[in-house]
């Protein structure tokens, strides 16, 4: 486990989840906000690759399999990449008559990528916990994008303040949604963790939440997990009396303890395996 790894996915997640949220958003947040944020999720993806080289240099210590899987994600992701400037660098402009393919390709790479990351770090564990570890990172992908997503939306407001309020309670929606899947997967992972424990097989996951080292497991829950839960409704009461500059602030709250939440989330399943 190193901060390399954290960091590779958090920023592919975080790129992968905003690629994946613009589809929820109306085009009449205009050609800008698209390109705009399809240039912000290609730069995080690319960074994040980045780490993910550093990462495999000279003392990795991976088997072949989770290798092979860790491999094929990164080339899924920089396939993902691809369509994503390809489509940074046409809307609002050309190829018009494809453009959709361009988005299919780079959210459905983004997709299969998160997949394979996923498989790659619970390999060689039982298939309810490679099942949990994909529920998991797939949820943190929508998570992240939504309440970035929500937050540069509440923000062009000011660029477009014509815009129907409707749009903004849609994203805030979707977010709040993907928060409620992300506690479900979260509490899943945490019983099953508890519950299969077996003498002889290490520490338990219940010893790591109730010594020292699960500081980081209730940070975790408290910015990641209870901080949008409070936030992402005040949002929605917010926008619902077409506040949308109020829910703007809010929003920038948000996306930091989820942003705080998720970086701990990917630590913890690093460090204990158990994917929260």
């Not at 905003?18 to 690319?46: C, E, H, W, Y």
């Not at 780079?106 to 996923?118: C, E, M, P």
């Not at 749009?167 to 899947?181: A, D, E, P, R, T």
């Not at 699960?214 to 408290?222: A, D, E, K, S």
Request: a positive charge.
């Amino acid at each position: 486990m190193s901060l390399s790894t954290v960091l590779f996915l958090f920023l592919s997640h975080l790129g992968v989840g905003i690629a994946f949220t613009l589809i929820f958003v109306s085009r009449d947040a205009g050609v800008k906000f698209f390109r705009f944020n399809a240039g912000l999720a290609a730069i995080l993806i690319v960074i994040g690759l980045a780490f993910r080289y550093g990462a495999l240099g000279p003392g990795s210590t991976v088997d072949a399999d989770q290798s092979r899987l860790a491999q094929l994600g990164v080339l899924t992701l920089m396939c993902a990449e691809a369509a994503l400037v390809a489509y940074w660098a046409t809307v609002g402009r050309t190829l018009a008559a494809i453009r959709p393919a361009i988005v299919a390709v780079a959210v459905g790479g983004g997709v299969v990528a998160i997949v394979l990351q996923a498989l790659a770090v619970s390999a060689g564990r039982s298939i309810p916990v490679q099942a949990l570890t994909v529920a998991s990172f797939v949820s943190s992908a929508a998570m992240l994008g939504g309440a970035c997503t929500a937050m540069i939306l509440g923000h062009w407001y000011l660029i477009l303040p014509s815009m129907q309020v409707s749009h903004l309670q849609s994203i805030v929606k979707f977010h709040i949604g993907s928060m409620v899947v992300r506690v479900a997967v979260v509490t899943a992972a945490v019983v099953f963790a508890i519950a299969t424990w077996q003498p002889g097989l290490g520490p338990s996951f219940r010893h790591y939440i109730t010594s020292v080292d699960g500081i980081f497991f209730w940070q975790r829950v408290l910015f990641g997990l209870g901080g949008p839960a409070v936030l992402s409704y005040l949002t929605w009461e917010t926008a619902k009396i077409r506040s949308t500059q109020s829910a703007t602030g809010i929003l920038y709250v948000d996306f930091f303890t989820v942003v705080v939440g998720e970086v701990l989330a990917k630590y913890i399943i690093l460090a204990t395996r158990v994917p929260v």
